[in-house]
């Protein structure tokens, strides 16, 4: 979606699975998200979204080039974020405040240090990646700032990601999506 979104506002049209000759753009929707990556590489399609570290792999393997981030070229876009059932959160505010303090940890370790001191930190969770290759994907997402300094869900970016959502079908646009009673920001204050 947020794709689609970068190329409308760049004046492309659109088609998905090629139903529209004239459009700039044909984007596949018939292959499955963890597979796409796979299609690219067997030269079944000219551009990929990939999550690091898969794009920088695919360059590394000289199979393909980064050629920019939808993350930078979309602005701030609201993608991780913890979601529960209200009882849930009612009912173990202490756990989920020591888990909002741990992302801020991590958060604030990574961009407050340099490259070589975040990969020890990295590594085990990327054992099929080189130290070369985690250096890359952590200087190509501190060159976009995708890791937040405040942590935080504004109405601003809330009111972005629906837009986005709405503008590529998945929810009616006549449907109203209230910001207050969907998010909370108490665990980070």
């Given amino acids: ?6 190329l409308k506002k ?11 000759k004239n459009a700039d753009v044909n984007i596949r ?22 999550f690091e570290p898969t794009a920088s ?24 974020c ?7 959160f009612e009912n173990n505010k202490d756990k989920l405040k020591k888990f909002t303090s741990a992302i801020k940890k991590g958060l604030d370790y990574i961009n407050n240090n ?18 070369n290759e985690i250096a890359s994907v952590i200087n190509n997402y501190k060159s976009i700032e995708a890791w937040p300094i405040k942590l935080g869900f ?14 590529a079908g998945e929810l009616d646009n006549n449907i109203s999506v209230p910001y207050d009673k969907l998010v909370t920001n108490e665990m980070i204050n």
Avoid: C, R, W
Wanted: charged share 20%; proline share 2%.
């Fill in 1 to 6: 979606m947020t794709l689609e979104h970068v």
């Fill in 10 to 20: 760049n004046g492309l049209t659109i088609t998905q699975n090629g139903k529209d």
């Fill in 29 to 50: 929707v018939d292959v499955s998200f963890d597979a796409t990556s796979g299609v690219f590489v067997a030269g079944e399609s000219d551009y990929v979204t990939a």
């Fill in 57 to 80: 792999q695919i360059q590394a393997s000289n199979k393909g080039y980064i050629v920019s981030s939808i993350g930078k070229d979309s602005g701030v876009v609201p993608y991780t």
């Fill in 82 to 88: 913890f979601s529960s059932v209200k009882s849930y």
């Fill in 114 to 131: 340099d490259t070589s001191k975040v990969i020890e930190y990295l590594k085990p969770s990327f054992t099929s990646s080189n130290e």
């Fill in 154 to 167: 504004t109405k601003e970016n809330f009111t972005k990601l629906i837009d986005i959502v709405k503008e």
